[in-house]
């Protein structure tokens, strides 16, 4: 068995530590289902800390703090600061950039940490797009954040978090022309999940079939579109058709990046909820005794990921078993249903899976540093 075949809860390589539970904003598609006076509010400042110290001693390599909106947390800066002796590869902030102002970004600057990754949120590349999930104005000051980080220097630290849906899909090229002109980072994509706000539908709505279909034939019929991806971008439907000749399960593993939410409830990543996967009271004591818990509840996530359990029986025929093998078993969860399921985007990795491109288009690797190894789980 290889380490990564391994069902025993590893180490965490990387913690996504929300720090907040509050947010300025209200978006539609919100996982965590933040707001102003949402959930039990901040983290006090000495458990963050000591959560940050943790994390290093048990030989984490990232951190993200994330919330809510982390830069409501009043010592927003002080917890970044105090990664920087911690030497983690990444130190990263997942944010709206609601509150990127001049101060914000003289502080992300002056903290000079070598591995800051700087996440905002862009739903798309048009204000319409953008404020119809996110409220109105809010395109404008997240744009306005992301140009205070180009003029201070720090384009290259920004990476844009695109949420796909269907109204916003089609803009994917522009936010890649954007972040190549400003210099940024790149473009991660993920699907919009249907649970939390998002579980109702309504406004926001996952993409069609017959528009990754569109974007895989942008992507073999646009030279220029294709060359700017594979520099900056990280879309699912794009890596899922470059590494369908892989096995599906060479991705994350649960547990390899958990998820500390506001209210102290450790899950095994981000995009995590089910029940039966939470570990309660994780900030209440040490990180490694929540994790000592986890190893009981997340081992059959990690055999399935591992690919050394069987798949969903809805997946014994899939014709897109070959390269999905199930997906990624924290979006089955994540929308109410079982995290041993097949997961929510069986219409798009069908639909993937069953395009006939063009001869001839040899795709590249993506040499975004975000990238996820072939046959992973882009989610
Ligand atoms: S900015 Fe992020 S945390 Fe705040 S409501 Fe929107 S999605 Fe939720
Ligand atoms: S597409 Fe759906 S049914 Fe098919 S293998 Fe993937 S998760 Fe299973």
Not at 78 to 85: D, Q, R, S, V
Not at 325 to 352: I, K
Request: neutral net charge.
């Amino acid at each position: 068995m290889t380490p990564s075949g391994s069902t025993a809860a590893p180490s965490p390589r990387a913690l996504t530590l929300a720090i907040t539970s509050r947010c300025a904003l209200r978006c539609r598609h919100c996982l965590v289902e933040s707001g102003p006076g949402a959930g039990p509010g901040d983290v006090p400042l000495a458990r963050c800390l000591a959560v940050v110290r943790e994390l290093a001693a048990l030989g984490g390599e990232e951190i993200w703090l994330t919330g809510g909106e982390p830069m409501l947390h009043a010592a927003w800066g002080e917890i970044l600061a105090h990664c920087g002796p911690q030497r983690f590869r990444t130190v990263g902030l997942q944010t709206s950039g609601h509150l990127l102002g001049e101060d914000q970004v003289a502080t992300l600057r002056d903290l000079s940490l070598e591995g800051l990754r700087v996440e905002v949120s862009l739903d798309g590349a048009s204000q319409r797009s953008h404020d119809l999930v996110r409220g109105p104005g809010t395109f404008r000051r997240a744009l306005d954040g992301i140009h205070r980080m180009a003029r201070a220097g720090m384009a290259g630290r920004v990476v844009v978090a695109f949420t796909e849906m269907r109204h916003n899909l089609a803009e994917l090229p522009q936010l890649l022309d954007l972040a190549d002109g400003l210099g940024l980072q790149g473009v991660r994509s993920s699907t919009l999940l249907r649970g939390g706000r998002a579980a109702g539908g309504g406004q926001v709505e996952p993409p069609a079939p017959e528009q990754v279909q569109a974007l895989l034939a942008r992507y073999h019929g646009d030279g220029a579109f294709r060359a700017l991806y594979d520099e900056l971008g990280r879309a699912p439907a794009i890596e899922w058709w470059k590494g369908r000749g892989h096995r599906g399960g060479e991705g994350c593993l649960p547990g390899e990046r958990p998820y500390l939410a506001a209210d102290g409830t450790l899950y095994p990543c981000a995009l995590s909820r089910a029940a039966e996967t939470a570990v309660e009271g994780a900030l209440e004591g040490p990180l490694s005794a929540s994790l000592a818990v986890a190893r009981g509840r997340w081992g059959a996530l990690r055999a399935r990921c591992a690919g050394l359990a069987s798949p969903p029986a809805a997946c014994r025929a899939c014709p897109a078993r070959s390269s999905c093998a199930g997906g990624c078993p924290a979006r089955s969860g994540a929308d109410g249903g079982s995290p041993l399921g097949p997961e929510d985007r069986c219409d798009l990795r069908r639909a993937v899976h069953g395009w006939e491109g063009p001869d001839g288009v040899a795709a590249a690797p993506s040499r975004s540093p975000f990238a996820d190894p072939p046959g992973g789980f882009p989610c």
